[in-house]
């Protein structure tokens, strides 16, 4: 009896001091639905962790939360636990996010890619990967030697279409025969079938390969068949130095830092953040020489006029593959289409599957 | 889609090189199977095999150890279902799918500080005979010894099982694990053996993959290989040469089915992407459509446990 009293008297303890040093200190938690040594998604927001570590506030992760349910049980977690503010990265995360602010006034919530801001302590964020896509569009429509680019697409969502798409158009208007041949792999993640599919695309006529998956599968093969790709969400040079003509970077630090120090000091408001090459949520890895000097600097000229709004991914006309309009001569696509795109532009080959 | 006669030769090559672990896992599974044991833990002693390979391949920079190794970590973790199963007698199911889950975590867990190292180019004989000879060229050259390894061992196995006399020990237990006992057979001693070498030819099914196939470590990267292993063991109604017919079935037409959609034809992706499944699970079931050799076949104590009574 004695020792049970014991046992309570500690813990209660123990909570109280936990529940003090809570309040006392700032504390930013990260919800990831990969591991941290993934090398791609989610390697990339841990960076971004570090950034905001470093400059001088407290964080906590948890790592391979599946979507759905568990990651409510997490995040809720977290609440409890004082974090001040909370980072959940993957877009399944969308509803148990909303789900648990509306329990927490006071904890501030991020949700990355998605668009749900039920509660007035939720903000959503995003990068326009699609920017980083109409450069490689340039230097393959420059680098191609068959006219033919092959793809490694993951799922139909539009955030892949629109990837395909920007590719497409900035390819086309460098190189108008180039033809995009896509292989759906309906997984973000599996070596074996994307170095299956990266080999596919080689064997009828591509010869630049890239993806939108996460492992370094593919440009592996395409570094041993001998012909170019770009890597995917970090730098991906080391895998195939001699095939990577540059790859596209998530660069989420700027964005973490800033919004953790915003919480901090009082200043967060709700928002939805849509950031690309401009604020550098998107960033190049260096180019690669072998495109020559006059190849690089047109890609670092137009990645400039991207980021100052001079140039546009979308800009009209553009058709979609019927030839019907899609954005009007000298108009730009704005973000409500681009964030719901779900068909394919002219001259991208096959249908979206459904 | 390009028809020339090399194209093709490489097409074959590929697929080929693409059914080898599965190969590997469902020719160890096979025998384990045989005996009576069912082990649905192939995914993760196949993944344990992969991050040990590609482990001891960065620490001791020698391939050689690295498959060895994985042969050994194979070996050790089915030990664990070994000494579950038949030791404390177990239910095979539940301790198979709980060795999957532990070799996931596991192998997740040491492979932290795995993740991103390029992986070593592993050698490959006769590179020149590939380009030189048009067609056979890249179908029989050019490939891992652990190939030509995988393709034999069908055959191997096949013979082992009917032609020796360790073999017949082997389907005895399977068959009847009581009245071989009673025979004077050690039922838990073949059991270990045959459990223990379907674990070492899953570590070797995994370190192909991340040795030779796809060379680095990334966490899951069997992909559900290990299941698809099982199912062909079964499809293949216990038949080696079946199992080898199947996973080439499944190889190549996941290959094929990636260069139609690159051709570009109008076939819904999604039917696509099922195929090699249906078409495994329709060819198998035509081949083997014999009731009397699937009698013959099945390990009638699958999956039971024995307890010998003293």
Known sequence: ?354 | MSFDLNFIGILIGAIMASSVPLILAASGELITERSGVLNLGVEGMMIIGAISGFALMVVTDNLFFAVIGSMFSGLIISLIFGLLTQSLLTNHVATGLALTIFGIGMSAMIGKNFVGIPGKEFPLLFPNLKESIPFLGPIFFGHSIILYFAFGLPFLTNYFLKKTKTGLIVRAVGDSPTSASNQGINVTLVRYSCILYGGAMCGLAGAYLSLIYTPQWIENMTGGRGWIALALVVFATWSPIKVLIGALIFGGITILQLHMQAVGLRIPVQLLSALPYIMTIIVLVIISRDSRKIKLNTPTSLGQIFYKEK
């Open chain 1, 1 to 354: 009896m004695y020792k049970l009293f014991l046992r309570s008297l500690i813990s209660v303890l123990f909570l109280l001091g936990f529940s003090l040093n809570a309040n006392a200190e700032f504390k930013v938690g990260f919800v990831y639905v990969g591991p941290t040594g993934d090398h791609g998604w989610t390697y990339q927001h841990d960076e971004g962790r570090k950034a905001v570590e470093a400059a001088g506030i407290k964080t906590t992760y948890v790592e391979s939360v599946p979507e759905g349910a568990d990651a409510e049980r997490v995040i809720r977690q977290l609440a409890q636990s004082g974090h001040d503010l909370i980072f959940t990265t993957s877009f399944g995360y969308m509803d148990p996010t909303n789900k648990v602010a509306k329990d927490f006034p006071n904890v501030k919530f991020e949700h990355a890619t998605g668009y749900k801001r039920e509660h007035s302590n939720v903000a959503t964020y995003s990068a326009r990967f699609y920017e980083g896509r109409t450069l490689l569009g340039h230097m393959a429509g420059k680098m191609t030697k068959t006219n033919t680019i092959g793809y490694i697409a993951s799922f139909p969502i539009p955030e892949v279409i629109r990837g395909i798409n920007a590719m497409t158009l900035a390819a086309q208007k460098v190189n108008p025969n180039i033809k995009t041949k896509i292989v759906w792999v309906f997984t973000w993640y599996d070596p074996g079938k994307e170095s299956e599919a990266a080999q596919a695309l080689i064997d009828q006529g591509a010869d630049i390969i890239m993806q939108h998956t996460d492992s370094t599968a593919p440009v592996q093969v395409a570094e041993k068949a001998g012909v170019w790709s770009f890597g995917q969400a970090s730098d991906m040079q080391r895998f195939a130095p001699k095939s990577i003509l540059t790859s596209i970077i998530d660069d989420w630090a700027p964005y973490y830092v800033e919004r953790s120090i915003a919480a901090r000091d009082g200043t967060w408001k709700q928002q939805d953040t849509w950031h690309g090459l401009k604020e550098g949520m998107v960033a190049m890895a260096p180019y690669n020489s072998v495109m020559g000097d006059d190849l690089v600097k047109e890609v670092e000229q137009l990645q400039k006029d991207l980021a100052s709004g001079k140039a546009h991914s979308f800009t009209g006309p553009i058709y979609d593959q019927k030839g019907n309009i899609l954005v009007a001569e000298g108009a730009v696509a704005d973000d409500g289409m681009l964030a719901g795109m779900n068909v394919y532009v002219k001259g991208v080959e096959g249908d979206i599957p459904q």
